[in-house]
């Protein structure tokens, strides 16, 4: 189970530092980016411009340099995969509403799956920390 754990922390953080240091620090180039998919609904890429016009997807790219590194060390990984729910829903969705590729959505649902590995194998900690019991009332 910690090794399953391990290398499934090692692969989504290996990832997202990458997909972090591609948004925030290579240049965008749209012809590479198009290239590369051919299957994809052209307004996955109209959106995925505006985005990039608006400088969202620096934030986008910050948040996963930022949770790819918190799951590098043992004491921060679980804030990471906890923060990385939300962020990964969203890529997903990206994916099946939008570009409708489905090697995209393969990709991310393997993703969300591996992350949700990680949060579930720690339910019992998480459970106690966000379901407290409420106090009865009279």
Avoid: W
Avoid at 32 to 53: A, I, N, R
Avoid at 93 to 112: A, C, E, L
Wanted: one cysteine or more; aromatic letters at 18%; hydrophobic letters at 55%.
């Amino acid at each position: 189970m910690n090794t399953a754990r391990y290398i499934i922390r090692f692969l989504l953080a290996l990832i997202f530092i990458y997909a972090g240091i591609e948004k925030l620090f290579l240049p965008y180039n749209p012809s590479v980016f198009k290239s590369d998919v051919e299957m994809t609904d052209p307004k996955f890429f109209e959106f995925y411009d505006f985005l990039m016009g608006t400088g969202y997807l620096y934030f986008v790219g910050f948040f996963q340099l930022l949770n790819g590194l918190l799951l590098v060390f043992r004491r921060t990984y679980l804030l990471g995969a906890i923060m990385m729910i939300p962020l990964m829903l969203c890529l997903l969705m990206t994916h099946v509403f939008i570009s409708r590729y489905m090697g995209f959505i393969v990709f991310d649902g393997v993703m969300v799956l591996m992350n949700s590995f990680l949060v579930l194998s720690h339910f019992s900690e998480l459970k106690t920390t966000f379901l407290k019991p409420q106090a009865k009332l009279l």
